[in-house]
Nanobody
């Protein structure tokens, strides 16, 4: 069993930055692919970024490529999402997720087994 707790959300002006953190429990964290998803009001949950078990491979949605960076620290059992050049359309609840079946990460929400409770990110114009 893995528990995930996100933090770092908040209110920021357009063009600003935030760093989200996702702290995980469990001894097998380092073998899981990890991802970030987001859900805006009235919209479906969408993929943002994923990272492989080692951190060596990363994947991004086109909408955040070159602005967001996903990383992980297996010693701290934490995944990060550095968000730069934020836009109002980035406003959403951001969720961290763990995929025990695919150590390389995935863009499909259905592949993930564990989810955090989410953290709100609001970008004002």
């Amino acid at each position: 069993q893995v528990q995930l707790v996100e933090s770092g959300g908040g209110l920021v002006q357009a063009g600003g930055s935030l760093r989200l953190s996702c702290a995980a429990s469990g001894r097998t964290f380092s073998s899981y692919g990890m991802g970030w998803f987001r859900q805006a009001p009235g919209k479906e949950r969408e993929f943002v970024a994923a990272v492989s078990w080692s951190g060596g491979s990363t994947y991004y949605a086109d909408s955040v490529k070159d602005r967001f960076t996903i990383s992980r620290d297996n010693a701290k059992k934490t995944v990060y999402l550095q968000m730069n050049s934020l836009k109002p359309e980035d406003t959403a609840v951001y969720y961290c997720a763990a995929d025990r079946g695919t150590p390389y990460g995935s863009a499909r929400a259905l592949d993930y087994d564990y989810w955090g409770q989410g953290t709100q990110v609001t970008v004002s114009s």
